[in-house]
């Protein structure tokens, strides 16, 4: 499995989007420590593997964040499983990664896994009513950061704010309670001084719809949190 612990930036792709070729040469030689494919509707096994082959000619590191049984491709660097923290339902926390290891338990390659211990904090965010979400406080927030450092020994938490941008002072907050998780933050990282601004905190930042919208700023996200 990729040394997460190592990264300041990822770049998030979603299957269910275009992105031209030249976009996409771009963002892989970017500079960015790997591409997350991943999204929260409309994953399939088509378009992730169609994203697959043309991401995998290039060097960079590339993982799959599975959002949906049916839709995982073999052949990434990594696989990233998420489980939703804040859910209000227990399906998005354990039923479903137990029906999937239940499943294929035997086939899988717990080397090539890492589990996310996601909390959810944008109510606008499609992730945020299809997991069935609350909105936690931030002392919540700290328990859930607690929880997946120390009873859930999780590789990453990550504070996903898809969509909006989050509050740096609650990140800062986080970072400084975790030392052995990594902590990913994401959502609505548009600028340099943004990409600085949650850089100076979470481990790694992950940059998402800005790609789809205005590659140049994406693209100059990375070397914000790289020199931060
Ligand atoms: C060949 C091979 C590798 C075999 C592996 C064997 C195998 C089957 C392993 C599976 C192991 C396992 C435990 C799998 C679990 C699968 C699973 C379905 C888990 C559920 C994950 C979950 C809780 C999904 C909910 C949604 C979620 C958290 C998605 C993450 C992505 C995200 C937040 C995207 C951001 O939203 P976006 O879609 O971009 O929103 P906008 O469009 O508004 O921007
Ligand atoms: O799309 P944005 O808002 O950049 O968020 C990135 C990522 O955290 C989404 O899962
Ligand atoms: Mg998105």
Redesign the pocket.
Known sequence: MEKMNEWDHVF?LDPNKKISDQDLQSVCESGTDAIIVGGTDGVTFENVHDLWERIEPYEVPCLLEISDIEAITPGFDGYLIPIVLNSQHKKWLLDIQHHAVKEYGDIIDWKSMATEGYCVLNPDAKVYQHTNCYLPDDADVLAYARIAEHLFQLPIFYL????TYGDPKLVQRIAEELNQTTLFY????HTPEQAREMSAHADVI?????IYENIQAALATVQAAKST
């Not at 996903?160 to 969509?163: A, D, N, P, Q, R």
């Open positions: 998030k996903e704010y898809s969509g994401g959502g609505g990282i992950v940059v998402g719809n800005i």
